[in-house]
T-cell receptor, first 111, second 113 residues
Framework: GNSVTQMEGPVTLSEEAFLTINCTYTATGYPSLFWYVQYPGEGLQLLLKATKADDKGSNKGFEATYRKETTSFHLEKGSVQVSDSAVYFCALSRGDYKLSFGAGTTVTVRA | DTGVSQDPRHKITKRGQNVTFRCDPISEHNRLYWYRQTLGQGPEFLTYFQNEAQLEKSRLLSDRFSAERPKGSFSTLEIQRTEQGDSAMYLC???????????FGSGTRLTVV
């Protein structure tokens, strides 16, 4: 079946540090890949997505590249801010509806 | 466009009681989804509707759970005879058919005591 494995947290960083959150997936065919973010007390928000191999999704300074050869979709940001503190979820969909999520990675950025 | 609204935000109930949650999707969206999220885990798919038709239900959705979307607009999720294991965040989301990714509501946090 479809599954997503993400880097375990929590991750604690200082402001302006480089952030990487690893995500690998198992799926047949060519899934679409997503990163969602959940800020404290809020619902999940779509951060970025990629729908085919070698696509790069980007938003708010975050980037992730769909790597079919390594079945990965790692999230990166070059310089984090305190406001980036949140839980980040990697997810995939086969077809255009049901999402399979990873367990989430809690990121805390200190000033 | 006010996003996806869920009501209530929090619900505390005694074991054995019935509870009902409501979700109002983005008005133009024809698909509506319910997910459940437990502490430290990612959301798990429960069910989804296209317009008023319930097209798929997860095995996680036991006979005590029922979801409806009577007019293809808002949806309700009812849990009968609640158990402590039902304590979780229940998330609703909506999308257009064929759209990758959806818009989530803020969720309803259920605590069964």
């Amino acid at each position: 079946g479809n599954s997503v494995t993400q880097m375990e947290g929590p991750v604690t960083l200082s402001e302006e540090a480089f952030l990487t959150i690893n995500c690998t997936y198992t799926a047949t065919g060519y899934p679409s890949l997503f990163w969602y973010v959940q800020y404290p007390g809020e619902g999940l928000q779509l951060l970025l997505k990629a729908t085919k191999a070698d696509d790069k999704g980007s938003n708010k300074g975050f980037e992730a590249t769909y790597r079919k050869e390594t079945t990965s979709f790692h999230l990166e940001k070059g310089s984090v801010q305190v406001s980036d503190s949140a839980v980040y979820f990697c997810a995939l969909s086969r077809g255009d509806y049901k999402l399979s999520f990873g367990a989430g990675t809690t990121v805390t950025v200190r000033a | 466009d006010t996003g996806v609204s869920q009501d209530p935000r929090h619900k505390i109930t005694k074991r054995g009681q019935n509870v009902t949650f409501r979700c109002d999707p983005i008005s133009e969206h024809n698909r509506l989804y319910w997910y459940r999220q437990t502490l430290g885990q990612g959301p798990e798919f429960l069910t989804y509707f296209q317009n008023e038709a319930q097209l798929e239900k997860s095995r996680l959705l036991s006979d005590r759970f029922s979801a409806e979307r009577p007019k293809g607009s808002f949806s309700t999720l009812e849990i009968q005879r609640t158990e402590q294991g039902d304590s979780a965040m229940y998330l609703c989301a909506s999308s257009f058919s064929g759209q990758d990714g959806y818009t989530f509501g803020s969720g309803t946090r259920l605590t069964v005591v």
